[in-house]
C-alpha cells in the first residue's frame, strides 16, 4: 500500500461527490487502516411524523409515479419537497446577490 494518498478534491455539490466516488477507489485518497471505529449512542430519529391532507386524485398520481421508480410513495414526496425547497432557497439566493 502507497503511503502516500492522493488529495481529495474540493466538489461543488453532492451530485458531483457522488459521481466521484462511484467512480474511485477511496483507498487511494483514505488511509481506512487507521480509522477508528466509533458509536453514535442514543441517537434519536431525525424524521417526524405529520398528517397530511391531500386530495385523492394527487395522491394517486403520486402513488403511481413512486411505483414507477420502485420507491414507496412517501420517500418520493420527501423527495419532491426536497427539490422545491432547494429550488427555493436557490431563487431566494440569486435574488440576494443582485
Known amino acids: 500500500m502507497s503511503r502516500h494518498k492522493k488529495p ?3 466538489f461543488q455539490d453532492e451530485d458531483e461527490e457522488r ?13 481506512w487502516e487507521n480509522a477508528k ?16 391532507r391531500l386530495p385523492q386524485s394527487m395522491l394517486d398520481e403520486i402513488k403511481n409515479l413512486a411505483h414507477e421508480r420502485d420507491v414507496p410513495y412517501q420517500s418520493l414526496i420527501k423527495v419532491f419537497l426536497r427539490e422545491r425547497l432547494d429550488e427555493e432557497y436557490r431563487r431566494r439566493k ?3 446577490m443582485k
Open 8 to 10: 481529495i478534491p474540493e
Open 19 to 31: 459521481e466521484f466516488w462511484a467512480t474511485h477507489d477511496s483507498t487511494e485518497y483514505l488511509a
Open 94 to 96: 440569486a435574488r440576494l
Open 37 to 52: 471505529r466509533v458509536r453514535f449512542p442514543d441517537l434519536k430519529p431525525s424524521t417526524r411524523s405529520i398528517s397530511l
